[in-house]
C-alpha cells in the first residue's frame, strides 16, 4: 500500500512539475500584456486629459459619460408621465431636455412597461431630467 501511495505522490510531482513548465511562456505573455494594458491605460489618460484642457480652451461642452450606475437605467411609459409632470413639463419641453423630438415622448408616454432606449446619451439624459428640480428643469430650458 505504502508503494502506491509514493508513486502517486510521485506521478503528482511529476505532472505539476511538466504543467508548470508548459505555463512558463503563456505566463511570460500575460505579464507582458498586462504590461501593454497599463501603458495603454496610462496613454487614455494623458490624451483625455489633453482633450479637456483643448475643450476649456475652445469652450466646446462636455462629451455626457456614461457611468457603471447608468448602464442598468431603465423608465416606463408611466415613469415618463410623471417625471414629466413632476417637473411641470409639456411634452415637448421634455422632449428638448432630453434631446430627443416630441414624437418620441408622446410614443414613451404610450408605451407598457420599460422603453427601449436606442441611445445610452438619451438613458443619460433621462437620469439627469429624473434628478432635476423644477426649478433647475426651467433653467435648463432657458439654457436651451
Not at 33 to 60: C, F, H, N, W
Not at 95 to 117: D, H, R
Amino acid at each position: 500500500m505504502s508503494v502506491m501511495k509514493s508513486l502517486q505522490a510521485e506521478i503528482s510531482r511529476l505532472a505539476r512539475k511538466e504543467i508548470k513548465k508548459e505555463l512558463e511562456p503563456v505566463k511570460r505573455v500575460c505579464a507582458a500584456q498586462r504590461g501593454y494594458i497599463a501603458d495603454l491605460r496610462r496613454e487614455i489618460a494623458a490624451l483625455e486629459k489633453e482633450v479637456s484642457r483643448l475643450r476649456k480652451m475652445t469652450g466646446a461642452p462636455e462629451p455626457v459619460k456614461v457611468e457603471e450606475s447608468e448602464k442598468g437605467f431603465w423608465i416606463s411609459g408611466k415613469g415618463v408621465v410623471s417625471l414629466r409632470k413632476k417637473l411641470a413639463l409639456t411634452q415637448a419641453e421634455l422632449a428638448q431636455l432630453a434631446g430627443v423630438s416630441a414624437q418620441s415622448v408622446v410614443k414613451w408616454e404610450k408605451y407598457e412597461g420599460k422603453i427601449p432606449l436606442r441611445k445610452k446619451e438619451t438613458a443619460v439624459r433621462l437620469q439627469g431630467i429624473r434628478g432635476m428640480s423644477k426649478t433647475k428643469a426651467r433653467a435648463e430650458l432657458e439654457r436651451e
